[in-house]
């Protein structure tokens, strides 16, 4: 949670302070409780400010989330993973994080944002900097890392909405085993240029 110092806070505008007292509120609550679990009633509490204001600051809870969450896949180490099961371990983590209750409805929201919320969007971008290129550069070629965690992100992000979002009913069917049999082996050709054996 980020706490504001004293020289901070008289730097910056009522405004300004409200927004960070509302975005700290809801940063708590959305730990704690998840998307679903924590309302604007429950963060314009915290704050100690009429609900209102959170809608006139922030708009929406999409808009909100997408401001306070802060996105941490926890993406295994490909490096030190058998290159040959790389692919796979990636599917698999990605499952967790999408089925998971604490963060996959979060991450719902976070995709759904982005298609019309410019910093949800920014957001992504961020986690696709920061967390997906690093990962897959540490096991290939540095030179086309970017090109390759992309396609890594279009087939991931491509599998999250058409089975979370849109809830295509073949896409939904598939189980876990199913997804792994088939995703794992294009992520492997992606991160590694190879198929999986």
């Known amino acids: 949670m980020h706490f504001m110092t004293q020289n901070q806070t008289k730097k910056?505008?009522?405004?300004?302070?409200?927004?960070?007292?509302?975005?700290?509120?809801?940063?708590?609550l959305f730990a704690v409780h998840g998307y679903d679990g924590a309302s604007i009633r429950d963060v314009a509490a915290?704050?100690?400010?009429?609900?209102?204001?959170?809608?006139?600051y922030f708009r929406s809870k999409d808009e909100l989330f997408a401001r306070a969450a802060i996105v941490d896949l926890r993406l295994p180490e490909l490096r030190v993973i058998d290159l040959a099961v790389v692919g796979e371990t990636l599917i698999?983590?990605?499952l967790e994080i999408w089925e998971d209750?604490?963060?996959g409805p979060g991450m719902t929201i976070l995709l759904r944002s982005a298609?019309?919320?410019?910093?949800?969007?920014?957001?992504l971008r961020e986690v696709f900097a920061n967390q997906v290129r690093p990962v897959v550069a540490a096991v290939g070629d540095q030179a086309d890392a970017g090109r390759r965690a992309g396609l890594v992100s279009s087939q991931l992000l491509g599998l999250a909405m058409c089975r979370y979002l849109?809830?295509?009913?073949?896409?939904?069917?598939?189980s876990h085993d199913e997804?792994?049999?088939?995703?794992?082996?294009?992520l492997q050709r992606y991160i590694v240029?190879?198929?999986?054996?």
């Open 12 to 28: 910056l505008s009522k405004s300004d302070r409200t927004r960070a007292h509302i975005l700290d509120a809801a940063r708590t």
């Open 46 to 56: 915290r704050a100690s400010i009429d609900p209102a204001m959170v809608i006139r």
């Open 92 to 94: 698999r983590r990605f």
């Open 101 to 103: 209750a604490a963060s």
């Open 115 to 123: 298609m019309s919320n410019d910093f949800a969007a920014e957001k």
């Open 166 to 174: 849109l809830r295509l009913p073949p896409v939904v069917a598939l």
């Open 179 to 186: 997804i792994i049999r088939e995703v794992g082996p294009t």
């Open 193 to 197: 240029g190879q198929d999986a054996p």
